[in-house]
């Protein structure tokens, strides 16, 4: 029970408030594979939806609204990122292979999978806005849709969506 109470304090809008530290527009310039890590991290645009379960069913990829236990519907933030990998066995470090080999378990406004596929950010990214909150004013997020967390979900094939944004 102890794994459900971790939270770790973050402020979505620091991530976008100082970035004098990265090269301006370095997402136009730069290939993922240049990238570092910092500018990495930067691109994720904050929508929690690769949190959502997902099942493969005849060899197609299914999403569920049932979200990890640990992601902050509210935020749309992990609630444990720095020990994610460690409390979750099946969570998926965003990785180039990963990207490339399996783009199924990712939503199709995946900015890793954009930019790697020739597209350009959307409007509403916050390193295009400079805000945080422009993900989830877009309605790009998970956030106030029709979310549960897996801790309350008995059969996933119950749960599964068909959001166009995934
Ligand atoms: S789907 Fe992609 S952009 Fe959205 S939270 Fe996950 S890693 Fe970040
Ligand atoms: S542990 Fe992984 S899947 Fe769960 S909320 Fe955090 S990043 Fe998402």
Redesign the pocket.
Known sequence: MSDYLIEEKFDPQSRFDNMDDVEPEFWKHKKLEEMNKREWEL?????????LNKLEIRKQIKFTNACCRFLDTNT?LCKIYEHRFKKVSDCRD?TLDAIREQPQW??K?????LLDNGYELPSWHPLITKRASS?HEAGM?LKNRPVISESEVDDYENYIVDWQDL
Do not use: E, M, N
Not at 109 to 113: E, I, K, L, R, V
């Open positions: 691109l994720c645009d904050g929508c929690g939806k690769c949190c749309c965003i990712l939503p406004t995946c900015t890793y999978w993900v997020s």
